[in-house]
């Protein structure tokens, strides 16, 4: 198993920025597809940006054009870029070595359970 941590998250008003960043405690960052994912209560955990092995990166419409994933191979770390954020943004951000089924991504059980998450609150 791959333990994944995130940290990065805290409280800023509308229209601030927050850099997430997700470490793992083996050389996975570069070798694997990964994913931030993001859940606030009461509803799924939801996939909202996505890096595969080749930094293509893609993003749910309510994130695109504000949120950047991008990862630093030599620190292990993969990052999420969060500008102009909303209250609605507001949720636990999770990060996760993802797989493709063919019709959908999910996390990849291979890797282990969730971290902790990272708080993000947006609040004036």
């Known amino acids: 198993q791959v333990q994944l941590v995130e940290s990065g998250g805290g409280l800023v008003q509308p229209g601030g920025s927050l850099r997430l960043s997700c470490g793992a405690s083996?050389?996975?960052?570069?070798?694997?597809?990964m994913g931030w994912y993001r859940q606030v209560p009461g509803t799924p955990r939801a996939l909202i940006a996505r890096?595969?092995?080749?930094?293509?990166?893609n993003y749910a419409e309510s994130v695109k054009g504000r949120f950047t994933i991008f990862r630093d191979a030599a620190k292990n770390t993969v990052y999420l870029q969060m500008n102009n954020l909303k209250p609605e943004d507001t949720a636990v951000y999770y990060c996760?070595?993802?797989?493709?089924?063919?019709?959908?991504?999910?996390?990849?059980?291979?890797?282990?359970?969730w971290g902790q998450g990272t708080q993000v609150s947006v609040s004036s």
């Open positions: 996760a070595v993802i797989r493709y089924s063919g019709i959908m991504w999910y996390p990849d059980p291979k890797f282990g359970p």
């Open positions: 083996a050389s996975i960052i570069n070798a694997f597809p």
């Open positions: 890096i595969n092995e080749n930094t293509v990166a």
